[in-house]
């Protein structure tokens, strides 16, 4: 089986209106070369915002103050095992993040279909802009029934139904488009048996500017490492490279003062090896060799979990976030500093299983902007 690599790259505010012929998401509808639509790589589209009051503080001039509370979100949305790739469900997850209205969103297993109707939303917290890239670009789960199409030699006939992947957006300006490419592809199992179609495991990453942080830069990644356990732990080690290489390249970025936010689904536990790369040293028990603060790590509730002393400032735990029973925490959301630890706050909000089988997790930690 050919796995190509596309990097489907589209930046537009949420709320956007497409340019004619690229909300067709089926086999007729061209991607990068085709002639019936523009490049999506290319495509930068504005539209009005909410029809209701005004909340964007991207809107006008904002006072910059000397800490904000930068708020994020991650979320799995299960968009092809779950929901088929339909858009019948996802108002729950804009009225999520109207509620909470994060600067930063990361979103995991998106189909293509579903992330067009994202961007095509207006959204009462304000205007964000969303960038896209592929898990898979043949996966039949998300609506399309023959995805061989999409495995030949000319991305340009791609049927797009069959794209499913990553998403970062942000209440601000993304730019510096960063996709880190994270290994672990060759040999994936399941148990012992191949995974079919392969994954291609990137971190979709962008600096984002927001009205809040003044000349601050932040930078935010969302991430799906290799899922599936086996005897002989290959799925474990895969995971550990990749989480390594992940915060091995944003070593540079975080060294440049930006703050670095990741969102994802690690398909690891808290205590898992995997994890040593984000947690910090003086994360109970045991610590790691990470630079990054857990937005769930202080909540005393789940930290015998972990076997954390209650009296420990930050434990490697947190609330559920998959499943509908058990202390199952797979999702994340790391934050590489903040101006106050005790800050650091997270919640994992259970939704429908008809919507995802992974909880709407969501995060905030104070940071200074200057």
């Not at 523009?38 to 209701?52: E, F, L, Q, R, Y």
């Not at 904000?68 to 993040?97: E, Q, R, W, Y």
């Not at 799906?224 to 070593?251: C, E, V, W, Y």
């Not at 630890?341 to 259970?350: D, K, Q, Y």
């Amino acid at each position: 089986m050919t796995m190509r690599r596309i990097a489907a790259t589209l930046v537009v505010a949420l709320a956007a209106v497409l340019l004619p012929g690229l909300a067709q998401g089926g086999a007729g509808a061209g991607i990068p070369g085709g002639a019936d639509v523009p490049d999506p790589m290319k495509i930068v589209t504005t539209t009005p915002a909410s029809a209701g009051p005004a909340t964007d503080p991207a809107a006008g001039t904002v006072a910059v103050a000397a800490t904000v509370g930068l708020k994020a979100i991650s979320h799995n949305i299960c968009g092809g095992m779950c929901m088929g790739g339909s858009v019948d469900n996802l108002p729950t997850i804009t009225d999520l993040i109207d509620d909470f209205r994060p600067h930063l969103i990361m979103f995991q297993e998106v189909c293509w279909p579903q992330y067009e109707w994202f961007t095509n939303h207006a959204f009462n917290s304000g205007t964000y802009q969303l960038g896209f890239t592929t898990l898979l670009t043949n996966y039949t789960g998300c609506g399309a029934t023959d995805c061989a199409v999409n495995e030949d030699d000319d991305p340009a006939n791609d049927d797009r139904r069959c794209w499913i992947g990553q998403v970062v957006g942000a209440r601000g300006t993304l730019s510096n488009r960063d996709e880190i490419a994270l290994g672990g592809e060759r040999h994936q199992i399941n148990d012992t048996r191949p995974v079919n179609p392969p994954r291609t495991f990137t971190a979709l990453c962008y600096d984002v500017q927001l009205a809040d942080l003044g000349s601050r830069v932040v930078k935010g990644c969302s991430v799906h490492l290799r899922a599936f356990r086996d005897p002989g732990n290959i799925n474990k080690r895969a995971r550990t490279a990749q989480a390594a290489r992940l915060a091995s390249d944003l070593d540079g970025d975080i060294a440049a003062g930006k703050i670095v936010v990741v969102g994802g689904d690690f398909n690891s536990l808290p205590t898992e090896t995997a994890m040593d790369a984000f947690y910090r040293s003086e994360t109970k028990p045991g610590g790691g060799w990470g630079l990054f603060y857990e937005a769930d790590q202080d909540d005393h509730n789940f930290y015998g979990n972990a076997g954390c002393a209650s009296t420990a400032t930050a434990c490697r735990s947190g609330g559920r976030t998959a499943g509908t029973t058990g202390t199952n925490k797979i999702d994340y959301l790391f934050f590489s500093e903040t101006s106050d630890a005790a800050s650091v706050s997270g919640l994992p909000i259970e939704v429908p299983r008809t919507v995802s089988d992974h909880a709407f997790y969501r995060g905030l930690v104070e940071v200074t902007t200057s």
